[in-house]
């Protein structure tokens, strides 16, 4: 008998069970903010799919790594096809032999919205939370969407309205990032804990979350902290790395690239630390960009993918930029700098114009906390009480 037919030691269906699935390391954070704020109303719910550590250490019991979901770009995904759709349909047999009472996709649409069509043709109210980026590119999604999800949870104030044409339900609930970090970082006291010097120029680098993007970033980001330290001997890079594969894949790259004297520190996670610290950073497109906005830390935005991958979605796309920060601009606040255009020299000038122009960075902070103060709406209590309605319980 297959062992996803029955449910795991301690989750039992006699109890409310709420079903998740997160594909990376945003939706890692986000699902583990939710079950905290689903526990305080419902403090006997379990909750079981697929996470990562954040979400495990909040009391999930995840049935896959979540690293197995966790690729981007078409030539990647198909490279662990069978794979993805393999934990899929596993996935689904399991909720229909267990059926949780509601069921929660945190965003990785491509996955979760087949999965949320299956659940919800059996009855099992569904919600997407994370509206997919229909507003960037394959808007035609909305139609899948709705068709896949009881309620859809927009993070961006601008998506609601797209769903009420459509008239499928939408709640805008804010970003939880906005919720959660600091209001006023500071510089001065992170730069203590992380024994820094304060007289020196600090640029965080943020490569990427993945195994998969560091095979495109990591050189480039290496080659461009050597270009900048050749131009201001008073520099320290800080490089957050969520996981002991990129960790190691960096720092063996590091040593084959001559480039182990730099001044550079390795952190073990701490991204947040590392942005508060920094006087910029150099950050991969995603919802870092956002973090970044929000901790007030003016940026340059890079990326590289296959050049199949990229060709692909530069076509899709609807935008002319892709940074989270220029999207909620509506305009290119930070610098982009993308595929091709994306070399040492050229992020390395954009870094350090950053890092020397006072008038740029004042105007940056007060575009950012504009950003802030829109986002910041308790997201995940907003959630709880959307889905509210869909469980059968007392409150």
């Keep these: 008998m297959d062992d996803f037919l029955t449910a795991p030691a301690g989750v039992s269906n006699a109890k409310l069970t709420i079903g998740l699935v997160a594909g990376e390391a945003s939706g890692d954070m986000l699902g583990a903010h939710l079950i905290a704020a689903l526990k305080q109303r419902l403090p006997h719910a379990e909750f079981v799919g697929i996470g990562g550590p954040k979400m495990v250490t909040a009391g999930m019991h995840t049935l896959f790594p979540m690293e197995k979901l966790a690729v981007r770009g078409y030539v990647e995904v198909l490279r662990h096809f069978r794979e993805i759709l393999a934990i899929r349909r596993k996935l689904i047999r399991y909720f229909k032999g267990n059926p949780p009472d509601i069921f929660i996709g945190v965003d990785a649409p491509d996955f979760n919205l087949t999965l949320e069509t299956a659940l919800k043709r059996r009855g099992i109210p569904t919600v ?196 989270l920060p220029n999207i909620l601009a509506g305009r290119f606040v930070v610098p982009e700098i993308l595929q091709d255009d994306a070399t040492p020299e050229n992020l390395a000038q954009a870094l350090l114009n950053v890092v020397g122009d006072a008038v740029v960075t004042a105007r940056l902070g007060r575009q950012f906390f504009e950003m802030r103060r829109e986002l910041k709406q308790n997201a995940a209590e907003q959630v709880v009480a959307a889905i509210m309605p869909y469980l059968k319980v007392a409150t």
Excluded at 175 to 180: I, R, S, T, Y
Excluded at 271 to 280: L, S
């Design 128 to 323: 997407h939370y994370v509206s997919p980026s229909i507003w960037a590119w394959r808007g035609e999604r909305i139609r899948k969407i709705g068709r896949a999800a009881s309620h859809v949870m927009a993070i961006f104030p601008f998506e609601k309205p797209l769903y009420d044409a459509a008239k499928i339900p939408c709640t805008y609930v804010g970003h939880p990032l906005a919720d959660f970090l600091p209001d006023n970082p500071n510089r001065y006291a992170m730069r203590e804990q992380l024994k820094l010097p304060q007289n020196v120029v600090v640029i965080a680098m943020l490569p990427g979350s993945r195994q998969s993007e560091l095979q495109y970033m990591a050189e480039l980001y290496i080659r461009t902290a050597q270009a900048i330290a050749a131009q201001n001997p008073h520099v320290h890079f800080l490089v957050p790395l969520v996981s002991r594969e990129t960790r190691n894949f960096f720092e063996e790259l590091l040593y084959r690239l001559g480039a182990q004297d730099l001044p550079l520190t390795i952190l073990f996670g701490h991204a947040h630390d590392a942005m508060i610290a920094a006087d910029a950073v150099l950050v991969a497109s995603g919802t870092a960009t956002l973090e970044a906005a929000l901790l007030m830390r003016p940026m340059v935005i890079t990326y590289k993918m296959s050049p199949a991958s990229y060709r692909i979605m530069k076509r899709k796309g609807y935008l002319p930029y892709v940074g």
